[in-house]
């Protein structure tokens, strides 16, 4: 069952960036990947550590570790979540997000 996991997850990933790149054109994939591993990686380090804890407990600490992490190792930036929050803002009030979008280089 984990390895049908796995690889549907693997299908998952592929398709979703084919339907991303017909959205916002080509994504910078690659240098990426290996800080959001890192993250996880750290992530799950502190809650292998933090096993006594209470269930809720791990859930906020994992998830503040992981986004600090992803921000520490600039996977992502403030700009990034600026701009996802203002895309989400726009078409909450019923502007277009098609409309005329810059393309994002590496």
Known sequence: ????????????????????????????????????????AIMAGVLFLTGPLTLVARIVLGGLTYAGMLLALRAITIQEIRSVYNVWRSNRSGLDIHAEQPEITE
């Open 1 to 40: 069952a984990a390895i049908a996991t796995v690889i549907s997850e693997g299908v998952i990933l592929v398709l979703g960036y084919f339907y991303t790149r017909t959205i916002v054109g080509h994504v910078p994939f690659g240098r990426h990947v290996p800080r959001i591993a890192a993250a996880a």
